[in-house]
Each structure stands twice: as C-alpha cells, then as structure tokens.
C-alpha cells in the first residue's frame, strides 16, 4: 500500500495579530517602534546588535511566489503540495515531474532580483545595527544584496544542485542547460510560455488564466503535461566513478545515450540544493543559526508566517533567553502571542514590536529615519561599516 501523504503543516489562515505597541497601526508609529526596537542599548549597555529572520513574505515584491500571504499557494492552490524528501529519492517519476516544473519556472526565478527589503536590511547592517541574517528563503537574494553581511540560508538554495550520492555540487544554470538539451520538446515548450508573457506577470489569477498554477521555489505547474516523457541527467562524478554502496559493492550510474539518468541505476541522483519537506536541516547549518541567536542580543522577524518549525524554535530560542523580539509580516504568525505574553503594556518598542505592514515599503522608510537620529552616527562608529547613502530613488534603481 502507498504510505499516505505528509500533511503540510499549518495551511490554514493564522489568527490575525495583536499590534505592538498600538501606536504601531500607522505607519509613523510602526517606524517609531522599531527605531526603537533596532537602536535601544542592551541590557548591559551596550550596543545593540540585531539577528533578522527572513521568510518568502518578503521576496513577493521581486515577483516569487510565497506561502502563506493573501495570494499565497496555500490560500489560492488548495490542493498544493510540494514533494516529500523520500518520495524524490525513491520515485523516478516523482522526479521527472519535479524537474519538469522546475524546469519551467526556473526562468522566472533567475532573472528575479533582490527588491527592497533585502537593500534595507544591507543598510541596516552598514549602520551597525543588524549583525547577522537567518532566511528560510532559497532564492540567494539575500547574498546578492548584501555579500558582506552573514547570511545563513536554513533551507538551502537553489541556486546549485546537489548529488544525494556523493554531494557534489552542480549551477543550476549548467543543470537548466542540460534539462533543455535532453527535453528538446518542452525546451520549445518553455519558449513559447515565454513569448505569451504569462511568467512576466506576478499575478497568480493572470497565470491560471493561461492554463498554469505558479508555487514558491521555482515550481510551474501546467496541469496535463506530459512529465513522463522528461528527462534530466546523471551526477558526473558518479558517473565517471561509480560510488560504493553501504554494502561495499560498487553502485550502478548508467545513463541512456543522450546522457539522461537511467532508471536501473542506484546512485548519481541531482537534486535541488534544497532542504526538502521531510528532509533534516545539515547539523552545521543548524548550530550557526542557534549560534546567531546566541550572538544577538534581540530578533527582528520579518515576512515570515514562522509556520515552519525550523524557523519557529529560532524566535522560540530568543524568547526562551528573554531577548526582544520584534516582527513585521502581513497576516498571523505561529504563536506569536506567546513570545509577548509578558511585555509591559506601556512600552514603546524597545522590549517587543508586532507591525502589519509591507517590508519592502517600510524597511527603508526605517533605513532613512534611523540614518537621520542622533543614534546611527555612535552606531556607526563602533560598527566597522561604510555607509552608503541610498534613498528612496536609489532603492528603486536597484530594482531596474
């Protein structure tokens, strides 16, 4: 019998939030509580130093998909599920379709580009204020924004491939490349979704009126295609070196003769650089991010539901040391009344922030008020940073 599907965790529409502190419903008081929040000294007395956890909220403005948000594929996609960790390692044509659909959505995700938010959060780590980023996104737009401040990527990247055998990794360009070589058909296909413009708009309702459903991580949907006949390659190295089993025997790599991966082989499995659903976060990724909560000494959450329990223990670690915990997401977020259960009614900011409001629009209206207090000129002198003077304007030059 087949072992039953995995329940996505968390699907259902969160309770709405509590804003904190309640002047924060407007846009001045949002930006006044967490000018607050990022700039107050420690406890001790010192200066402050922030750790930022991302989610897919905050990559909507660069034209991805997200989860959980008013359009999000599991309010809009009902029957949305991503593939399962065992089923792709154990499913031949669980992969084929995999690849498939990445293949068709890859285009749109790598021409997207790091938006707003992702330059806000860069100043704020020129300012001395943030110290370190967690992001569950795998879109690589926090490294592109901002090479220069630590960033750990929870759940992987897309960016490479990974080979399940002996983990070599592979761009995800030369993958794409080899996808359309081996897919002539679809590669045709791809050009002509293309060239009716329907992976140009970023409007989910757009896309399924053309006969597609557009999920996070690159993932293109066209329902009837024909994903049997895909085709996608073997791991090089183990193909030219063939690994050796837990058993000690050596594993079978064969490929067809155009190269694709043949079904009677045992090792020499690509797949995303990802961590997948039912898939272990790598014990080193881990231990850095607890490590990251360690060092801060307060949590700024932003565009993130926490519905993942990966990203949720994190906030649940800096609660757990009583540090602050400020967050800006548009909907509810996993628990979060509890992490500011015992929050004085009539602070300001300092202690615990909740704000409902885009990022992309008020992380840099943030950047710009925090730039002209008295704070960010001490800030920036202990902080090591160039600031670059980035306005409005230039934020939207970034984009272009």
Same mark, same amino acid.
């Given at each position: 019998?087949?072992?039953?599907?995995?329940?996505?965790?968390? $699907?259902?529409?969160?309770?709405?939030? #509590?804003?904190?502190?309640?002047?924060?419903?407007?846009?001045?008081?949002?930006?006044?509580?967490?000018?607050?929040?990022? $700039?107050?000294?420690? =406890?001790?007395?010192?200066?402050?130093?922030?750790?930022?956890?991302?989610?897919?909220?905050?990559?909507?403005?660069?034209?991805?998909?997200?989860?959980?948000?008013?359009?999000?594929?599991?309010?809009?996609?009902?029957?949305?599920?991503?593939?399962?960790?065992?089923?792709?390692?154990?499913?031949?044509?669980?992969?084929?379709?995999?690849?498939?659909?990445?293949?068709?959505?890859?285009?749109?995700?790598?021409?997207?580009?790091?938006?707003?938010?992702?330059?806000?959060?860069?100043?704020?780590?020129?300012?001395?204020?943030?110290?370190?980023?967690? $992001?569950?996104?795998?879109?690589?737009?926090? =490294?592109?924004?901002?090479?220069?401040?630590?960033?750990?990527?929870?759940?992987?990247?897309?960016?490479?491939?990974?080979?399940?055998?002996?983990?070599?990794?592979?761009?995800?360009?030369?993958?794409?490349?080899?996808?359309?070589?081996?897919?002539?058909?679809?590669?045709?296909?791809?050009?002509?979704?293309?060239?009716?413009?329907?992976?140009?708009?970023?409007?989910?309702?757009?896309?399924?009126?053309?006969?597609?459903?557009?999920?996070?991580?690159?993932?293109?949907?066209?329902?009837?295609?024909?994903?049997?006949?895909?085709?996608?390659?073997?791991?090089?190295?183990?193909?030219?070196?063939?690994?050796?089993?837990?058993?000690? #025997?050596?594993?079978?790599?064969?490929?067809?003769?155009?190269?694709?991966?043949?079904?009677?082989?045992?090792?020499?499995?690509?797949?995303?650089?990802?961590?997948?659903?039912?898939?272990?976060?790598?014990?080193?990724?881990?231990?850095?991010?607890? #490590?990251?909560?360690?060092?801060?000494?307060?949590?700024?959450?932003?565009?993130?539901?926490?519905?993942?329990?990966?990203?949720?223990?994190?906030?649940?670690?800096?609660?757990?040391?009583?540090?602050?915990?400020?967050?800006?997401?548009?909907?509810?977020?996993?628990?979060?009344?509890?992490?500011?259960?015992?929050?004085?009614?009539?602070?300001?900011?300092?202690?615990?922030?909740?704000?409902?409001?885009?990022?992309?629009?008020?992380?840099?209206?943030?950047?710009?008020?925090?730039?002209?207090?008295? $704070?960010?000129?001490?800030?920036?002198?202990? =902080?090591?940073?160039?600031?670059?003077?980035?306005?409005?304007?230039?934020?939207?030059?970034?984009?272009?």
């Amino acid at each position: 019998m087949r072992k039953p599907y995995m329940r996505i965790p968390y $699907t259902d529409v969160l309770a709405a939030p #509590t804003i904190i502190p309640k002047t924060a419903a407007t846009v001045s008081g949002a930006l006044a509580a967490l000018q607050e929040f990022l $700039t107050v000294p420690s =406890s001790s007395g010192s200066r402050p130093s922030t750790a930022v956890l991302t989610g897919a909220g905050i990559s909507v403005a660069s034209g991805l998909a997200d989860y959980r948000g008013n359009k999000g594929t599991y309010r809009v996609n009902k029957t949305y599920r991503p593939i399962y960790y065992h089923e792709f390692l154990g499913n031949h044509e669980a992969r084929k379709r995999y690849w498939a659909r990445s293949f068709l959505g890859w285009t749109t995700l790598h021409k997207a580009k790091p938006n707003a938010t992702h330059f806000a959060i860069k100043q704020l780590g020129d300012l001395g204020l943030v110290q370190s980023v967690i $992001t569950q996104n795998v879109d690589s737009f926090h =490294s592109k924004a901002h090479p220069n401040l630590p960033t750990i990527e929870l759940h992987g990247y897309l960016r490479s491939c990974v080979c399940t055998s002996c983990n070599e990794e592979l761009p995800r360009d030369a993958f794409q490349d080899e996808l359309a070589r081996l897919n002539p058909a679809w590669a045709i296909f791809l050009q002509e979704v293309l060239a009716t413009g329907a992976l140009d708009t970023e409007n989910p309702d757009e896309r399924r009126a053309r006969g597609m459903k557009t999920n996070p991580d690159g993932d293109v949907d066209i329902p009837g295609a024909p994903y049997t006949t895909f085709r996608y390659p073997a791991c090089p190295k183990c193909l030219a070196h063939p690994p050796t089993m837990g058993d000690g #025997t050596s594993a079978t790599v064969e490929v067809d003769s155009d190269g694709a991966w043949a079904a009677n082989s045992t090792a020499g499995i690509l797949k995303p650089a990802v961590v997948m659903f039912g898939e272990s976060i790598r014990e080193p990724i881990k231990k850095a991010a607890e #490590t990251a909560i360690d060092d801060a000494d307060r949590l700024l959450v932003l565009g993130t539901s926490l519905a993942t329990y990966s990203a949720w223990r994190l906030a649940k670690q800096a609660q757990s040391q009583n540090k602050p915990i400020g967050i800006v997401n548009l909907g509810g977020v996993r628990g979060e009344d509890a992490f500011f259960v015992d929050l004085d009614p009539s602070q300001t900011g300092a202690r615990g922030a909740r704000v409902e409001m885009s990022t992309d629009e008020l992380l840099p209206a943030l950047v710009e008020k925090v730039r002209r207090s008295p $704070t960010a000129a001490a800030a920036h002198e202990t =902080s090591g940073h160039a600031i670059e003077q980035h306005g409005a304007v230039v934020f939207k030059d970034l984009l272009s």
